[in-house]
């Protein structure tokens, strides 16, 4: 069987963090998304990429998840029901992951 490189998985190229409670300039997940909106969106519409989201369970997930959920919706040009369908698309693939705790 012949396979084409496009259904290889491709490398992780890039990731940013954000961290709250080490400094005293806090900086969120969210804030740090909307200013990469435009990379978020590519990763996940256009190539197909992988979302993971790591750290304390208490209003963190939630509020990025509905950043991301923003993102497509505004890059997507979709609406809050399409937005809200894609995430749940990104669910069912595996693609959308929270890795969390308390």
């Known amino acids: 069987s012949s396979s084409s490189s496009s259904s290889s998985p491709k490398p992780v190229t890039g990731f940013f963090t954000a961290f709250s409670r080490d400094?005293?300039?806090k900086v969120y997940?969210?804030?740090k998304l909307?200013?990469?909106k435009k990379i978020?969106?590519?990763v996940l519409a256009k190539n197909k990429g992988h979302f993971m989201v790591?750290?304390?369970?208490?209003?963190m997930p939630n509020d990025v998840r509905n950043?991301?959920?923003?993102?497509?919706?505004a890059m997507g040009k979709m609406s809050e029901k399409e937005s809200r369908l894609f995430m749940l698309k990104l669910d069912a693939q595996k693609r959308y992951v929270q890795e969390t705790w308390s």
């Open 67 to 73: 950043q991301v959920r923003e993102i497509v919706q």
């Open 29 to 31: 997940v969210q804030h």
């Open 54 to 59: 790591a750290g304390n369970a208490n209003k």
């Open 23 to 25: 400094q005293p300039h």
């Open 40 to 42: 978020v969106w590519e």
């Open 34 to 36: 909307a200013e990469e």
